[in-house]
T-cell receptor
Framework: KAGVTQTPRYLIKTRGQQVTLSCSPISGHRSVSWYQQTPGQGLQFLFEYFSETQRNKGNFPGRFSGRQFSNSRSEMNVSTLELGDSALYLC?????????????FGQGTRLTVV | EDQVTQSPEALRLQEGESSSLNCSYTVSGLRGLFWYRQDPGKGPEFLFTLYSAGEEKEKERLKATLTKKESFLHITAPKPEDSATYLCAVQLSGGSYIPTFGRGTSLIVHP
């Protein structure tokens, strides 16, 4: 059974640019959640998508957005990048009956903003 | 104010030296508490879910327990391959079910 796949693994972007990250969940999982992980703030919830609808949203500015496709694959977009957006972005998939529980995480995308 | 606090931040053990990691939470209306293991450069790996006080779960050398205000992850006779960061997260009942993670405990087991 294939795990959660995130692409790309590494990204370097310039301040002010935008970036799109991709996540393919485990087959059959309908919930996809996105997290930001930094040394200073730890693991923080961004948003969750379930059946193509945003079901939950964390406390992040509107520059962070996402979407989910009919095949459950998800993308996350960050516009007008800031230096503070440098982080490991993790995607997690789950069956999704009670929100993003018992999630299976991908290896993450390491984003560096210069 | 942090809702989930993990202690200690870092722990060094000798191989075979058993110990416990703590995860305390201040939220009310807990739906579930989750433990994850994270290796450097990788995403967290799900370990356990605990739903009610008194519940225990075991997996190899790991045993997770839950009380009304905290959870313990007991590591019995650890091996170097148990070295990792252990994260706990809580999820509230009702509402949005957004999980809140602790900062983690970095465990190093020396051979």
């Amino acid at each position: 059974k294939a795990g959660v796949t995130q692409t790309p693994r590494y990204l370097i972007k310039t301040r002010g640019q935008q970036v799109t990250l991709s996540c393919s969940p485990i087959s059959g999982h309908r919930s996809v959640s996105w997290y930001q992980q930094t040394p200073g703030q730890g693991l923080q919830f961004l948003f969750e998508y379930f059946s193509e609808t945003q079901r939950n949203k964390g406390n992040f500015p509107g520059r962070f957005s996402g979407r989910q496709f009919s095949n459950s694959r998800s993308e996350m977009n960050v516009s007008t990048l800031e230096l503070g957006d440098s982080a490991l972005y993790l995607c997690a998939s789950s069956l999704g009956s009670y929100g993003p529980t018992e999630a299976f995480f991908g290896q993450g995308t390491r984003l560096t903003v210069v | 104010e942090d809702q989930v606090t993990q202690s200690p931040e870092a722990l060094r053990l000798q191989e075979g030296e058993s110990s416990s990691l703590n995860c305390s939470y201040t939220v009310s209306g807990l739906r579930g508490l989750f433990w994850y293991r994270q290796d450097p450069g990788k995403g967290p790996e799900f370990l356990f879910t605990l739903y009610s006080a008194g519940e225990e779960k075991e997996k190899e050398r790991l045993k997770a327990t839950l009380t009304k205000k905290e959870s313990f992850l007991h590591i019995t006779a650890p091996k170097p391959e148990d070295s990792a960061t252990y994260l706990c997260a809580v999820q509230l009942s009702g509402g949005s079910y957004i999980p809140t993670f602790g900062r983690g405990t970095s465990l190093i087991v020396h051979p």
